[in-house]
């Protein structure tokens, strides 16, 4: 049986670029098991594989959602970029309808858009 299933939204080549060079910048990389990534839900139910697959085959026949960088995230233990996106939020909104009770409580709750450039590092004061 496969694992929960994980959807991305897919970054234009020149913001991944730039992304996953902050990201490998300065994430520990001892703990960078992945490339920069924007993730839309963390865990469903790989039976709606079928599903899943056909709700995102529909909405990549639209064009592109446009998104851009809304500010600093502080994770405590890093830092993330805050993406901002009406298209994106609304293509979200949909796919979590479609699913609704195969969600877990984390897919569920609110959702924030962000790309984690930093994250599980000690926290540093800086002196003078």
């Known amino acids: ?15 991944f ?10 994430f520990p990389p001892e703990r960078n098991q992945l490339p920069a990534h924007l ?16 709700i995102l085959r529909r909405l990549a026949e639209y064009a592109a959602p446009r998104a851009w960088i809304a500010g600093v995230m502080n994770l405590g233990g890093g830092v993330a970029l805050r993406i901002a996106s009406d298209e994106l939020d609304a293509m979200r909104s949909e ?3 479609r699913l609704h009770g195969l969600l877990t409580a984390q897919d569920s709750a609110g959702w924030s858009a962000h790309v984690t450039i930093q994250n599980k590092v000690a926290r540093r004061l800086h002196g003078h």
């Open 1 to 15: 049986m496969a694992g929960p299933l994980i959807v991305t939204a897919e970054l234009a080549e020149p913001d």
């Open 17 to 26: 670029a730039w992304l996953n060079g902050l990201r490998c910048q300065h």
């Open 39 to 54: 993730t839309m839900f963390h865990a469903i139910p790989p039976s709606a594989e079928d599903e899943v697959r056909g």
């Open 95 to 97: 796919i979590a309808t």
